[in-house]
């Protein structure tokens, strides 16, 4: 199939993605309902475990399809040093380019940790099949409030922090790898340039809710992922350029680092603990920039997404 035109590639891969979706997403929510209707928690964590082993079954079928239909080269870099242990607790951090990431960051992960559990915006909870069957799985969904929101209602502060928390505590009594996009939105030119970003290829990092998931979680975490993905000759819409074949290479960078080389304290009411934790995830993602920035010397082109963040 790799031979067949870029839009037709991309309309088959588009459906037979659509598929894999709806199939999981329905036997997730059939396997939901026990969950639901048994009260006893080792029960229901079992529920929850083979829910997570559909969503490997998920992850499976992707990459099959991807490598079926398209000639795109993967280069990992780091992961086989990172000595991951599917019975582990992890926390990723992650840039976020494109609703890609998701297939690419799972597909590269699979079988090497646990299941990935995203954080996710409110809204997606009403995608059909999709949405439900990520709360199924005890995915966090995140409810962010502008700042003229929180001026209207000064009750809503905290509460999405507060939301992290609880979704977090799920999490003490399987295995868990939690990821989470910590620029908060995908990439693009114009939320860079708006934001005003210091990083060349990075939007700025949001802390609070990572600095949340370390705090009710800390101890258990056994690493930090650092994921760096890049799309070396990546068009502006990534996601066609995946289910179209378009990619040719993609490269992701995996870190890993202890949980004692990052700050801990109380984010909500420690000022001082505020300004060490985001001085710390600025460092990282001043070395996740430059980590970009590298690899894309390698390939000795820059896509045009990439060129466009060109900073002034």
């Known amino acids: 199939m790799p031979f067949l035109p870029g839009p037709l590639k991309a309309a088959i891969n588009a459906i037979l993605a659509t598929a894999n979706i709806l199939f999981w997403g329905l036997v997730i929510l059939f396997l939901a309902t026990f969950k639901v209707l048994i009260p006893v928690p080792a029960a229901r964590r079992q529920v929850t475990r083979a829910c997570d082993a559909c969503m490997s079954g998920w992850v499976a079928i992707n990459r099959g399809i991807l490598g079926l239909t398209t000639r795109t080269q993967w280069r990992i870099r780091g992961l086989d040093q990172a000595q991951l242990d599917r019975q582990g607790w992890y926390l990723v951090l ?78 003490k009594h399987l295995p868990t790898c939690v990821i989470n996009f910590v620029e908060g939105s995908r990439l693009t030119p114009a939320k860079h340039h708006r934001q005003r970003s210091p990083f060349q290829y990075l939007m700025k990092p949001k802390a609070g809710g990572i600095a949340f998931a370390l705090n009710t979680l800390g101890e258990q975490f056994d690493q930090i992922l650092d994921v760096t993905l890049v799309y070396p000759d990546a068009p502006e819409n990534i996601m066609y350029g995946l289910l179209s074949g378009r990619l040719s290479s993609i490269d992701v960078a995996v870190k890993t680092l202890p949980i004692s080389e990052v700050p801990h304290g109380n984010y909500d009411t420690d000022k001082a603990f505020r300004v060490e934790f985001q001085h710390w995830l600025n460092g990282l993602w001043r070395e996740k920039d430059a980590t970009i920035t590298a690899i894309l010397k390698e390939h000795e082109a820059e896509a045009p997404l990439y060129r466009q963040l060109a900073l002034p």
Not at 128 to 152: E, N, T
């Open 94 to 171: 992650a840039n976020h380019l494109s609703w890609a990431d998701i297939f690419v960051v799972t597909a590269v992960l699979h079988n090497r940790v646990p299941m990935l559990k995203f954080f996710l915006k409110q809204q997606l909870i009403y995608v059909p099949v999709m949405g439900l069957a990520c709360w199924a799985v005890d995915m966090p969904f995140m409810r962010r409030y502008s700042k003229s929101q929180l001026a209207k209602n000064p009750k809503l502060k905290g509460r999405d922090i507060e939301v992290t928390r609880r979704s977090c505590e799920k999490f």
